[in-house]
């Protein structure tokens, strides 16, 4: 019976052993998982300011392009506006003397 009491002793205590090993790998698998998930949050957080940073700088350059444009719209009115009026005085003047000559011998 000694002997069997030492046989199982031993089995208890290699148990116990594995036991521990078994408890420390999940520990340290918890923690890897934790770390892996704060990790991954970071990345969210990261990739999510830049997304907004990239839409903010998309934003000021539509809004500089559009202005731009508006400013070139404009201009091109102006001066078509300006072309229309002076063939439109320049109509006038032609006008102007052929009622003149119709009028005046």
Not at 13 to 40: G, H, K, W, Y
Not at 73 to 87: D, F, G, I, P, Y
């Amino acid at each position: 019976m000694d002997v069997s009491s030492r046989v199982l002793s031993e089995l208890a205590s290699r148990e116990a052993a594995l036991d521990a090993q078994i408890e420390a790998a999940r520990a340290q698998a918890q923690a890897t998982v934790e770390a892996a998930e704060a990790e991954a949050a970071g990345i969210l957080r990261e990739a999510e300011a830049r997304a907004k940073a990239l839409q903010t700088e998309h934003e000021q350059t539509l809004d500089a392009e559009v202005q731009q444009i508006r400013a070139q719209a404009s201009a091109s009115a102006q001066e078509q506006a300006q072309a229309t009026r002076a063939r439109a005085e320049a109509k006038l003047g032609q006008a102007v003397d052929t009622i003149m000559r119709a009028v005046l011998p």
